[in-house]
């Protein structure tokens, strides 16, 4: 429980000292030149490769929907407020203002939520295929109907964490962990 808060301390100490983020190169996308220019070789080279197909091909469908794609892409950075360097590329705000989060904070807990549910799936599933006689057997092929069921159950892992931790039994204790004799 001690190193849990402690890490509680650091990750919030983290959070708390992020300094500002310099952006004086930056501008807005749909005001930057270089963007604009991306923008435009971009599209004159999708345009040169449609112009060596005919209009109703195959290939000249693909490209008619990758130059579509395209002009969407740009234009929904430049109405995202999204900031752009010298290059033409948007760049990450990530200095912990509120008016930067749908760039780098809900994206990451988003990440963190689906990497904690496999993790939480898998042991899980580690934990039930321990008490079967075939364990060893079980852990390299997996039982798929049984890791199906696992991971689709797993959706609620934060609770479950929480529950586990606070009845006890997310942690193991000291005793059980085996340490070198170094």
């Known amino acids: 429980m001690k190193k849990l808060l402690s890490l509680l301390v650091v990750l919030t100490f983290a ?3 992020i ?3 310099d952006a004086s190169e930056l501008t807005l996308c749909k005001d930057s030149p270089a963007f604009a220019k991306r923008q435009k070789t971009s599209l ?3 345009d040169n490769r449609l112009a060596k197909y005919e209009a109703d091909s195959l290939p000249a469908l693909a490209l008619q929907k990758q130059i579509s794609q395209t002009k969407d892409r740009f234009a929904r950075y430049g109405a995202g407020n999204l ?3 010298t290059d033409g590329l948007p760049h990450l705000i990530t200095d912990g203002e509120w008016s930067h989060a749908g760039e780098f904070v809900l994206p990451g807990l988003g990440f963190l939520y689906t990497a904690g549910w496999i993790g939480w799936a898998g042991r899980a599933y580690i934990g039930v295929v321990r008490k079967d006689s075939k364990a060893t057997e079980k852990e390299i092929i997996i039982d ?3 890791a199906s069921k696992i991971m689709l159950s797993g959706f609620t892992w934060p609770a479950q964490a929480w529950s586990e931790l606070a009845n006890g039994e ?3 204790a000291n005793t ?3 340490c070198s004799p170094r």
């Open 15 to 17: 959070f708390t000292s």
């Open 19 to 21: 300094t500002k983020v």
């Open 44 to 46: 004159k080279k999708l």
């Open 83 to 85: 900031m752009c360097g």
């Open 144 to 146: 798929v109907p049984l």
């Open 170 to 172: 997310l942690l193991a």
């Open 176 to 178: 059980d962990i085996t």
